[in-house]
């Protein structure tokens, strides 16, 4: 008994290793609860009709409770199913290309004999995930503008007639896929090279010895190994599949209402309504998204155990 006991003491006394493990975390755990933990009191706004006249903690304590009626504008909008329909499209469509191409490309540089070409590509691809959708919207108008886009002295030059392209809902679908899978792919891309990396290399030696070719190897080897990656970056995204990228559904169509009906998320309606709505109403349109985003993940998650237990993140 007395033996139990002391191995007990010694696998629960506090060591050196634990005091710097814990100093090591602390900085992260303070940043965790300052600006994640505590403004989740902020969420009683949602329920609230906000009004500033003071300090914060006073405005939120003594402000009328309004129950559901801030969500109302979201969900009783005339525009409320464009919003949603583009909102969930377009993110289905960034889920599947946003894993699929990188992965594709992560599979052929991690084919590339030489290691210089392969850093080439790689921080090629890299570079446009640094840039702000700022520079890029001046990209894109540089291109796209009706008097001196590069597109229609192209047009004109062939004997077309220009296209006043910031006009024209039925191109920009394919404008803004373009844009995100372009701007994201090598981010995406260096996830799953760093996993590619880190792939025993005897699996490959003794796949060749056996006579396996460069797809049989990427089907066989490279792509089982990366399952695990792969999933999670599927059950991220979709956790984020009720936001958008505020920058570029606003900032690259230049806010034309011509393309409301193509580029109008939620984020970017809510942005709008801001200049006639209150606070409590974009509150509220953050809360259906943190709780819809909560619910999707935990739903991907539930599908990813049933088919491979072993892949779920929980």
């Keep these: ?36 933990f505590l403004p989740m009191f902020g969420l009683v706004i949602a329920f609230k009709d906000f009004k500033i006249h003071g300090g914060f903690l006073s405005n939120v304590i003594n402000s009328e409770w309004t129950g559901f009626k801030n969500f109302e504008f979201l969900f009783k909008s005339n525009d409320a199913w464009v ?10 469509i960034f889920i599947v290309l946003g894993i699929a191409i990188p ?15 392969g850093k080439i590509y790689q921080t090629m691809m890299f570079l446009p995930y640094f840039l702000s959708w700022v520079v890029v919207s001046a990209i894109v108008w540089s291109f796209l503008s009706f008097d001196k886009g590069i597109v229609n002295q192209f047009l004109t030059g062939l004997g077309a007639d ?26 995406g891309m260096v996830v799953y090279l760093a996993t590619i990396t880190g792939i025993d290399s005897t ?8 006579g396996a070719s460069k797809w049989q ?23 984020r599949i009720f936001y958008t990228d505020f920058g570029l559904f606003f900032q690259v169509p230049r806010d034309s209402n011509s393309l409301f009906t ?6 970017v309606l809510v ?13 509220a349109s953050a809360f259906v998204q943190s709780v819809m985003g909560c619910l999707t993940i935990l739903l991907a998650n539930w599908v990813v155990r049933r088919v491979d237990p072993d892949s779920a993140m929980m």
Excluded at 103 to 117: E, F, N, R
Excluded at 262 to 267: L, Q, R, Y
């Design 203 to 210: 699996y490959y030696e003794a796949a060749v010895i056996d």
């Design 262 to 267: 193509v580029a109008t998320t939620i984020d």
């Design 217 to 239: 190897q990427a089907r066989f080897i490279t792509l089982p190994l990366m399952k695990l990656v792969i999933v999670m970056m599927f059950i991220l995204a979709v956790g």
């Design 103 to 117: 992965v594709i490309l992560a599979l052929m540089i991690g084919q590339l004999h030489s290691g210089k070409a």
């Design 271 to 283: 942005y709008k309504q801001l200049k006639t709505a209150t606070v409590g109403m974009a509150s």
């Design 1 to 36: 008994m007395d033996t139990k006991s002391g191995r007990k003491r010694l696998r629960t006394r506090w060591r050196t290793q634990d005091t710097e493990l814990t100093l090591l975390a602390l900085p992260t755990t303070v940043w965790y609860i300052l600006f994640c």
């Design 83 to 92: 919003v949603i329909r583009n909102t969930l499209g377009y993110n289905m």
């Design 162 to 187: 220009p296209v006043n392209w910031y006009m024209e809902p039925k191109y920009w679908p394919y404008f803004l896929i373009f844009m995100n899978v372009w701007k994201g792919l090598g981010y």
